[in-house]
C-alpha cells in the first residue's frame, strides 16, 4: 500500500517570507499524482496545488510551487511571499492512477504565519 | 460551497449509540470517498464507493459501515459508538474511475463533526 510521510508536524514562517514544506512517499506504482490540500481553521479540504506524475515540469499556482523529485519519491511546497491567511494544516497526498484511484494522505504540517 | 453536501455538520451523542452521516456528491459525480480526522490528525481513509459498488476499504471498523445509492448519495452508520470515535467525518467525491481519472481532484464536503460522550 502507498504511504505518505510529512516529517514536519509544524513550521514557522514570517511574513513575506518563503517556506517549503516536505513530502515524500512510497509507491511501486509507476504513474500517478500528487496534491497538497490546505486545511484552515474553518476545516475545510481546500487544493492547493496537483501534480502528475509522468509530468518532469513542477506545478506553479502563484505563490505555491512544488519540487517533484520523481526518483527520490519527494514532492515538497514552496511557499513564497507568505501571508497571514496561509496559515493552516498543510496535507500531502497520493492518488494511484489506476484501479480505484484511492487518495492517501500524510499526516500534515501545520504552518503558523507569523507577522 | 464545493458543491459535497454533508450532515448534520454537528452531532453528539452518547456512547453505544448509532448514528448516520449522510453525503450528497457534487453533481455529475460518481466516487465517494470517506474519511476520518480525529483530533489534530491526518485524514484516514475509511471506505470508498463508485456507482454504487463499494471499491476499497481502508481503515473502517466493522462498527461501522457505508452505502451509495442509486441517487448516488451516500451514508457513513457508525453503530455501538466509544469515545474514541469522537471525530470529524469528510465525504469527498470525484469524476470517474480508473486510468486517468487520478488527475481528477477530490471535492470535499464540510465535514461532521461527531462527539460521543
Known amino acids: 500500500a502507498q504511504t505518505v510521510t510529512q516529517s514536519q508536524p509544524e513550521m514557522s514562517v514570517q511574513e513575506a517570507e518563503t517556506v517549503t514544506l516536505s513530502c515524500t512517499y512510497d509507491?511501486?506504482?509507476?504513474?500517478?499524482?500528487l496534491f497538497w490540500y490546505k486545511q484552515p481553521p474553518s476545516r475545510q479540504m481546500i487544493l492547493v496545488i496537483r501534480?502528475?506524475?509522468?509530468?518532469?515540469q513542477n506545478a506553479t499556482e502563484n505563490r505555491f510551487s512544488v519540487n517533484f523529485q520523481k526518483a527520490a519519491k519527494s514532492f515538497s511546497l514552496k511557499i513564497s511571499d507568505s501571508q497571514l491567511g496561509d496559515a493552516a494544516m498543510y496535507f500531502c497526498?497520493?492518488?494511484?492512477?489506476?484501479?480505484?484511484?484511492?487518495?492517501?494522505f500524510g499526516a500534515g504540517t501545520r504552518l503558523t504565519v507569523k507577522p | 460551497d464545493s458543491g459535497v453536501t454533508q450532515t448534520p455538520k454537528h452531532l453528539i451523542t452518547a456512547t453505544g449509540q448509532r448514528v448516520t452521516l449522510r453525503c450528497s456528491p457534487r453533481?455529475?459525480?460518481?466516487?465517494v470517498y470517506w474519511y476520518q480526522q480525529s483530533l489534530d490528525q491526518g485524514l484516514q481513509f475509511l471506505i470508498h464507493?463508485?456507482?454504487?459498488?463499494?471499491?476499497a476499504k481502508g481503515n473502517i471498523l466493522e462498527r461501522f459501515s457505508a452505502q451509495q445509492f442509486p441517487d448516488l448519495h451516500s451514508e457513513l452508520n457508525l453503530s455501538s459508538l466509544e469515545l474514541g470515535d469522537s471525530a470529524l467525518y469528510f465525504c469527498?467525491?470525484?469524476?470517474?474511475?480508473?486510468?486517468?481519472?487520478?488527475?481528477?481532484?477530490?471535492?470535499f464536503g464540510a465535514g461532521s463533526r461527531l462527539t460521543v460522550l
Open positions: 464507493y463508485y456507482n454504487g459498488e463499494e471499491r
Open positions: 509507491t511501486s506504482e509507476s504513474d500517478y499524482y
Open positions: 497526498a497520493y492518488r494511484s492512477a489506476f484501479n480505484n484511484n484511492d487518495m492517501r
Open positions: 501534480q502528475e506524475a509522468y509530468k518532469q
Open positions: 469527498a467525491s470525484s469524476v470517474g474511475l480508473g486510468q486517468g481519472s487520478g488527475a481528477n481532484v477530490l471535492t
Open positions: 453533481s455529475g459525480d460518481l466516487s
